[in-house]
T-cell receptor, first 114, second 116 residues
């Protein structure tokens, strides 16, 4: 079945550092890929998405590129801020129309220190 | 503003009691989902519904029940058969009808259930 493997946390970085959170996936067909973010005590919010190979999703300075050849969707940000502290989830949807359930990774907790 | 409302935000239950978590959405979405979140385990799918009056078991449905009598509502009952119900429960929805297939899930703010 479909699966998502995320970099284990927690990750602690200093403000303005470069961030990478690795995500690889296993899926049949042509999945859509997502990054969600969860702030303390809240539900998840969509951060960015990509629906086909070589697409780049971007939002709030975060980027991720859908790499079919390496089955990866790594999250990057050039300069993190304290407000980026949260838990980040990589997810995939079984087909590019999003008609199937989403499969989530285990989440990566990110803490940014001033 | 459109969104998903979950209630209650916090709930305490004694062992042996059933409890029902409410989830209402005014986004006109067809599909609704219930996830359970435990520390270090990510999100696990309990039940989902693609259309009114129909729902399917997810990966961890045992000890839970749902109904989908209205498009806007998808309540989750945690029964006494659920062995370890203390967790954070998240409801989500998304549009799946033709022309709106973005795949994006919209989440509520969650309900934290604690069994005493």
């Amino acid at each position: 079945g479909d699966s998502v493997t995320q970099m284990e946390g927690p990750v602690t970085l200093s403000e303005e550092a470069f961030l990478t959170i690795n995500c690889t996936y296993t899926a049949t067909g042509y999945p859509s890929l997502f990054w969600y973010v969860q702030y303390p005590g809240e539900g998840l919010q969509l951060l960015l998405k990509a629906t086909k190979a070589d697409d780049k999703g971007s939002n709030k300075g975060f980027e991720a590129t859908y790499r079919k050849e390496t089955t990866s969707f790594h999250l990057e940000k050039g300069s993190v801020q304290v407000s980026d502290s949260a838990v980040y989830f990589c997810a995939l949807s079984g087909d590019r129309f999003g008609n199937e359930k989403l499969t989530f990774g285990t989440g990566t907790r990110l803490t940014i220190i001033p | 503003d459109g969104g998903i409302t979950q209630s209650p935000k916090y709930l305490f239950r004694k062992e042996g009691q059933n409890v029902t978590l409410s989830c209402e959405q005014n986004l006109n979405h067809d599909a609704m989902y219930w996830y359970r979140q435990d520390p270090g385990q990510g999100l696990r799918l309990i039940y989902y519904s693609q259309i009114v009056n129909d729902f399917q078991k997810g990966d961890i449905a045992e000890g839970y029940s749902v109904s989908r009598e209205k498009k806007e509502s998808f309540p989750l009952t945690v029964t006494s058969a659920q062995k370890n119900p203390t967790a954070f429960y998240l409801c989500a929805s998304r549009q799946t009808s033709p022309g709106h297939r973005t795949g994006e899930l919209f989440f509520g703010e969650g309900s934290r259930l604690t069994v005493l």
